[in-house]
């Protein structure tokens, strides 16, 4: 998924962006808070890793604009305080999770995984569609119980697809999701990853229409099992 780090220490937020574009995850890092409100204006994305200490506009100040703007996009707050005067606040300003710093990656990232599987409404992190099983932890997708083999990026465009059944996406909303602000897809990028796609989704019974002009939409050919 596309996920906004705000962060103004720069070495740790390279080592979150490295981590999670590890996982397969598209991430953009941002050092100051006004600009990176200015971005959230018209730039979507999954969710946000925001730190507190900002210089421009301080973290709090960037979720109350979220939140005034009837922005719902998950945010995780990543502070040294670890008062539980300020988790009430940001909870109630809010904040959808905390972390206190130092924190563990392998923590991150699972906090990361339930926030961006709640946002998708899903309440584990293994989920079925038809035939088609997907593991989030591992980022691994099976169909007919066989393991499939699947790269970050086709991953993350199944991801997309799931996310947004019965939805037409256009090529536009597609790369916004797909590639992180640094990147420069080719103009037949997306035809060449949803074809991929596709092909390895060709006994699944995930079906995607191309809407010739106007995009995509994916269908489940079958009814899933229920969670």
């Known amino acids: 998924m596309r996920i906004l780090v705000v962060e103004d220490t ?17 991430v953009d890092l941002i050092g100051d808070g006004k600009r990176a409100d200015e971005l959230l204006k018209y730039q979507a994305v999954d969710l946000i890793l925001l730190d507190l200490n900002l210089p421009g506009l301080s973290g709090l100040q960037l979720l109350q604009k979220l939140r005034q703007r009837d922005d719902d996009t998950p945010v995780l707050i990543l502070t040294a305080r670890d008062q539980i005067e300020d988790r009430i606040r940001l909870l109630d300003e809010g904040a959808d999770d905390y ?10 990232e699972a906090r990361c995984r339930a926030l961006l599987r709640r946002k998708q409404g899903y309440a584990t992190n293994i989920t079925e569609h038809g035939n088609i099983t997907v593991n989030r932890d591992s980022r691994q997708v099976f169909i007919d119980g066989e393991l499939t083999a699947i790269t970050n990026r086709e991953f993350r465009l199944l991801e997309i697809f799931l996310g947004h059944l019965g939805r037409v996406l256009s090529k ?38 191309t809407l010739r002009g106007i995009g995509y939409v994916a269908e489940i050919t079958k009814s899933s099992k229920p969670q």
Do not use: W
Not at 10 to 26: D, F, K, M, N, Y
Not at 99 to 108: A, V
């Open 172 to 209: 536009d909303e597609i790369t916004d999701h797909l590639f992180n602000f640094n990147e420069t897809p080719g103009p037949n990028a997306i035809e060449l990853y949803v074809g991929r796609l596709r092909k390895k989704m060709v006994k699944g019974d995930l079906a995607i229409n």
């Open 10 to 26: 720069q070495v740790l937020g390279q080592a979150i962006c490295e981590r999670l574009t590890s996982l397969g995850h598209g």
């Open 99 to 108: 972390l206190t710093k130092p924190f563990d990656f392998g923590e991150l």
